[in-house]
Nanobody, 115 residues
Framework: QVQLVESGGGLVQAGGSLRLSCVAS????????MGWYRQAPDNKRDLVAT???????NYADSVKGRFTISRDSAKNTVYLQMNSLKPEDTAVYYC?????????WGQGTQVTVSS
């Protein structure tokens, strides 16, 4: 079993920045993949960015050049640095980890970007 705890959400004006953090605990193998997804009201949960244990990254087109995902594997922590935020980035952001072909989710953190 794996537990994920997110932090760092909040309210920010358009053009501002926020940094999300997610700490994983439990039985985690070295080949895990961590990532961030988001879900706006009445929308499905969409990929934001993922990062492998080796540091390989993948981003949604909508956030490329503005968001940066990183991780500290020794601390089982993944970060999402969000810059140049837009109102359309408003959503609940969820941390996700794939461990030995099993997916675990965090409870989510709200990010609201005002115009």
């Amino acid at each position: 079993q794996v537990q994920l705890v997110e932090s760092g959400g909040g309210l920010v004006q358009a053009g501002g920045s926020l940094r999300l953090s997610c700490v994983a605990s439990g039985t985690i193998d070295s080949g895990n993949i961590m990532g961030w997804y988001r879900q706006a009201p009445d929308n499905k949960r969409d990929l934001v960015a993922t990062i492998t244990s080796g540091g390989g990254t993948n981003y949604a087109d909508s956030v490329k050049g503005r968001f940066t995902i990183s991780r500290d594997s020794a601390k089982n922590t993944v970060y999402l640095q969000m810059n140049s935020l837009k109102p359309e980035d408003t959503a609940v952001y969820y941390c996700r980890i794939l461990v030995m072909r099993v997916v675990f989710w965090g409870q989510g953190t709200q990010v609201t970007v005002s115009s």
